[in-house]
């Protein structure tokens, strides 16, 4: 069964700071990884997706990449704003149905 | 906003009683997702519809869980005989095709 593992659980960084969020996947044989980002109290909001045969994605400050013979996949967030604390998941389609097998999520924190 | 509500955003019930959610996507959403998030975990997969054919189910989902999407319209959640291990936000997601799942809000369910 695929595991998906995000690493650190949370993180809290001053405004401005570039940073970079973990997420490893025990089983490599994936159609897509995609990230989230979860408001308290509210659904999950797609950020990127990476296709299996793609390395990374872009959109805006936010940059994905994608190893897949690690098992690994980076979310790099540029020039961070306190309007970027939430918590952000991967999750990995195993079966190209998009059932998506999720991480524990990293919460972060953008302090003014 | 996604377009995709769910009702009631809040459940109590006590142990034993029966409960359910209902979720409703936007017209064009063919395809719709349950997932189950208990507290300080990602979300899990239970099932996925194509129109109104549930296609997967998780073996998450026991017996007590039904689904349905009678006219690939809305869906329902219906828990039997609730447990406390029930307790969670049980998540609906709605999509045009295999890479989109736009989140709703979710419902939090707690048993007493």
């Known amino acids: 069964k695929q595991e998906v593992t995000q690493i650190p659980a949370a993180l809290s960084v001053p405004e401005g700071e570039n940073l970079v969020l973990n997420c490893s996947f025990t089983?490599?044989?994936?159609?897509?990884l995609q990230w989230f980002r979860q408001d308290p109290g509210k659904g999950l909001t797609s950020l990127l997706l990476?296709?299996?045969?793609?390395r990374e994605q872009t959109s805006g400050r936010l940059n994905a990449s994608l190893d897949k013979s690690s098992g690994r996949s980076t979310l790099y967030i540029a020039a961070s704003q306190p309007g970027d604390s939430a918590t952000y998941l991967c999750a990995a389609d195993q079966t190209g149905a998009n059932n998506l097998f999720f991480g524990t999520g990293t919460r972060l924190t953008v302090i003014p | 906003d996604t377009g995709v509500s769910q009702d009631p955003r809040h459940k109590i019930t006590k142990r034993g009683q029966n409960v359910t959610f209902r979720c409703d996507p936007i017209?064009?959403?063919?395809?719709l997702y349950w997932y189950r998030q208990t507290l300080g975990q990602g979300p899990e997969f239970l099932t996925y519809f194509q129109n109104e054919a549930q296609l997967e189910k998780s073996r998450l989902l026991s017996d007590r869980f039904s689904a349905e999407r009678p006219k690939g319209s809305f869906s329902t959640l219906e828990i039997q005989r609730t447990e406390q291990g029930d307790s969670a936000m049980y998540l609906c997601a709605g999509g045009r095709g295999v890479y989109e799942q736009y989140f709703g809000p979710g419902t939090r369910l707690t048993v007493t």
């Open positions: 017209s064009e959403h063919n395809r």
């Open positions: 990476i296709q299996s045969s793609q």
């Open positions: 089983d490599s044989a994936i159609y897509n």
